[in-house]
């Protein structure tokens, strides 16, 4: 993760600028390019990964991949180690090395979404969900795996402002990711003898395609197929879920379909996640503002002791750590009160429930924002010692409010993020069948490629509320506007969360111990 936002995320947008001459809107666009790409990556690499590879080959041929698009990275900042903006000494970047960037930058977002779901699989796979005890640490295991994560934002948060300062910036930024991923990824091998690894279902995923393809086919064209109407026997004896998903029930062997039973209720499963996904999405776009209209909004405060992009960079991840262990504690720990009182009265801390919650301080984060912006614009400017107005990249007028205001809606998102992001791999890995285990999480992932595509819409269809001068702009309004919809979106997930079936064949391990606990007492 040093690697992902140290070498990659976290500084695209001023490198390709200032290096090679992109104006702001298309370095935004190129950001969440960027963005969407790595996360459209889960959903192959998940399929391969279930297919043929399973989840250990899969991390080591995406890591793999990852060093090389950093290396092709490393070579494109070497030949175009020159500034072209203001003060630079060049005025066109060399083309050769633009060409290489934009190559090793997606090489690299291909290594980095595939690696995603395959590593969070072969982790969770060490458990043994027979045993209480194993299944409770799998639980922190997914918080201890997004702690590693901010750890890695947290450190490479101040990569930023370094290279900024450095001749030789960007070179020295690839060059470390590049090699400390090589090690790690050469550890990874060393001790891959150690690991548990399940042998992949090759059939699986493919079925799955199939069974929607035939409940389509059998839907639309019935009088091309031959009827079948099931016994009592066999009406008595299939899963309680049968019914609902009358369109994949025709590909079912209880219907006349080619499939066994068994199988349609795996992929009914999927689908009857999906409702519960599509919140996910608005989730996401929110947690993309705190890396663009937040950074802009700070770029116009007093920001010259601590520079507003590195601002977000190192405390988002820092509260991500800080309440993603606390979170673990209060909620789960023997030792802590309030985990007690809710083991008593049979409540979890599930990841249905954690993707629900987070929903909340997100929302209040979008809010703060807000205000904070319609406060910014009415205090007053920021002058220098010259007398002269303080001006941001942009040339747009500072105000004398202090960037640190800003780490108001980061906490509240980060709080945000601590909740939903474990939530996601928890639920998406609990909850689907064996054999679809790597994929489900692939699409819990690909929430943030269309929250990426979303923004783009956002920010296109909103453009002439935010301008490069916020005091002309309405960004305070804009924020208003998302934190409504991520209302809206609460709702609409009391709403999934309320339809979805806890009761079903799938159900997560945790839920199933509690409740034999809880019927033996």
Same mark, same amino acid.
């Given at each position: 993760?040093?690697?992902?936002?140290?070498?990659?995320?976290?500084?695209?947008?001023?490198?390709?600028?200032?290096?090679?001459?992109?104006?702001?809107?298309?370095?935004?666009?190129?950001?969440?390019?960027? !963005?969407?790409?790595? %996360?459209?990556?889960?959903? #192959?690499?998940?399929?391969?990964?279930?297919?043929?590879?399973?989840?250990?080959?899969?991390?080591?041929?995406?890591?793999?991949?990852?060093?090389?698009?950093?290396?092709?990275?490393?070579?494109?900042?070497?030949?175009?180690?020159?500034?072209?903006?203001?003060?630079?000494?060049?005025?066109?970047?060399?083309?050769?090395?633009?060409?290489?960037?934009?190559?090793?930058?997606?090489?690299?977002?291909?290594?980095?979404?595939?690696?995603?779901?395959?590593?969070?699989?072969? @982790?969770?796979?060490?458990?043994?969900?027979?045993?209480?005890?194993? +299944?409770?640490?799998?639980?922190?295991?997914?918080? #201890?795996?997004?702690?590693?994560?901010?750890?890695?934002?947290?450190?490479?948060?101040?990569?930023?402002?370094?290279?900024?300062?450095?001749?030789?910036?960007?070179?020295?930024?690839?060059?470390?990711?590049?090699?400390?991923?090589?090690?790690?990824?050469?550890?990874?091998?060393?001790?891959?003898?150690?690991?548990?690894?399940?042998?992949?279902?090759?059939?699986?995923?493919?079925?799955?395609?199939?069974?929607?393809?035939?409940?389509?086919?059998?839907?639309?064209?019935?009088?091309?197929?031959?009827?079948?109407?099931?016994?009592?026997?066999?009406?008595?004896?299939?899963?309680?879920?049968?019914?609902?998903?009358?369109?994949?029930?025709?590909?079912?062997?209880?219907?006349?379909?080619?499939?066994?039973?068994?199988?349609?209720?795996?992929?009914?499963?999927?689908?009857?996640?999906?409702?519960?996904?599509?919140?996910?999405?608005?989730?996401?776009?929110?947690?993309?503002?705190?890396?663009?209209?937040?950074?802009?909004?700070?770029?116009?405060?007093?920001?010259?002791?601590?520079?507003?992009?590195?601002?977000?960079?190192?405390?988002?991840?820092?509260?991500?750590?800080?309440?993603?262990?606390?979170?673990?504690?209060?909620?789960?720990?023997?030792?802590?009160?309030?985990?007690?009182?809710?083991?008593?009265?049979?409540?979890?801390?599930?990841?249905?429930?954690?993707?629900?919650?987070?929903?909340?301080?997100?929302?209040?984060?979008?809010?703060?924002?807000?205000?904070?912006?319609?406060?910014?614009? !009415?205090?007053?400017?920021? %002058?220098?010692?010259?007398?002269?107005?303080? #001006?941001?990249?942009?040339? +747009?007028?500072?105000?004398?409010?202090?960037?640190?205001?800003? #780490?108001?809606?980061?906490?509240?998102?980060?709080?945000?993020?601590?909740?939903?992001?474990?939530?996601?791999?928890?639920?998406?890995?609990?909850?689907?069948?064996?054999?679809?285990?790597?994929?489900?999480?692939?699409?819990?992932?690909?929430?943030?490629?269309?929250?990426?595509?979303? @923004?783009?819409?956002?920010?296109?269809?909103?453009?002439?509320?935010?301008?490069?001068?916020?005091?002309?702009?309405?960004?305070?309004? %804009?924020?208003?506007?998302?934190?409504?919809?991520? @209302?809206?979106?609460?709702?609409?997930?009391?709403?999934?969360?309320?339809?979805?079936?806890?009761?079903?064949?799938?159900?997560?391990?945790?839920?199933?111990?509690?409740?034999?606990?809880?019927?033996?007492?």
């Amino acid at each position: 993760m040093f690697a992902f936002y140290g070498g990659l995320k976290d500084w695209l947008n001023w490198y390709v600028g200032a290096y090679l001459g992109v104006d702001n809107t298309d370095a935004q666009t190129l950001y969440l390019a960027f !963005n969407s790409f790595t %996360y459209i990556m889960p959903i #192959l690499s998940g399929i391969a990964c279930d297919l043929y590879l399973g989840s250990a080959k899969t991390v080591y041929l995406a890591g793999s991949a990852y060093v090389g698009g950093l290396l092709i990275l490393l070579v494109s900042t070497i030949i175009n180690n020159k500034l072209v903006v203001a003060g630079g000494s060049q005025e066109e970047p060399i083309q050769a090395g633009v060409v290489l960037y934009y190559i090793g930058s997606f090489v690299a977002a291909f290594g980095s979404g595939a690696i995603k779901p395959a590593i969070v699989v072969l @982790g969770a796979d060490q458990y043994n969900m027979e045993y209480e005890e194993e +299944a409770v640490q799998r639980g922190s295991y997914y918080t #201890l795996f997004y702690v590693t994560v901010q750890v890695g934002g947290f450190v490479a948060g101040y990569f930023p402002m370094l290279v900024k300062k450095e001749d030789f910036g960007p070179e020295l930024t690839i060059a470390l990711t590049t090699s400390m991923l090589a090690a790690s990824l050469a550890v990874l091998v060393m001790f891959r003898n150690r690991f548990i690894v399940k042998p992949c279902k090759s059939s699986e995923t493919l079925e799955v395609i199939q069974v929607i393809g035939s409940g389509v086919a059998r839907s639309v064209a019935p009088c091309a197929f031959s009827k079948k109407t099931p016994t009592e026997t066999q009406i008595m004896d299939a899963p309680k879920e049968s019914s609902g998903f009358g369109i994949l029930d025709r590909a079912s062997n209880l219907f006349g379909g080619p499939f066994d039973h068994d199988r349609v209720a795996a992929c009914k499963q999927i689908v009857r996640m999906l409702p519960v996904w599509s919140t996910q999405i608005m989730i996401m776009l929110v947690y993309q503002q705190g890396a663009t209209y937040w950074v802009s909004e700070g770029w116009q405060m007093n920001d010259t002791v601590f520079d507003s992009n590195t601002l977000n960079s190192v405390f988002d991840p820092f509260f991500c750590a800080l309440f993603m262990l606390t979170i673990r504690y209060v909620f789960t720990h023997p030792s802590a009160p309030l985990a007690n009182w809710l083991e008593s009265r049979g409540w979890q801390l599930t990841g249905l429930r954690q993707m629900g919650i987070g929903i909340i301080p997100f929302t209040a984060a979008m809010i703060a924002a807000g205000a904070l912006e319609t406060k910014r614009k !009415n205090s007053p400017l920021l %002058y220098g010692p010259d007398g002269e107005v303080v #001006l941001s990249q942009y040339g +747009a007028p500072k105000h004398d409010m202090s960037v640190f205001w800003m #780490l108001i809606p980061t906490a509240l998102g980060s709080l945000g993020e601590s909740f939903c992001f474990v939530g996601i791999m928890d639920f998406f890995y609990s909850e689907a069948p064996d054999g679809l285990k790597t994929i489900s999480t692939a699409i819990g992932m690909f929430t943030s490629a269309v929250a990426s595509w979303v @923004g783009i819409v956002f920010s296109q269809g909103f453009k002439s509320w935010v301008g490069n001068d916020l005091d002309d702009s309405r960004l305070a309004q %804009y924020n208003y506007v998302i934190a409504g919809i991520s @209302g809206a979106n609460f709702l609409w997930f009391l709403v999934t969360a309320y339809l979805y079936r806890r009761t079903n064949p799938y159900r997560g391990p945790l839920t199933e111990l509690s409740a034999n606990k809880h019927a033996a007492h």
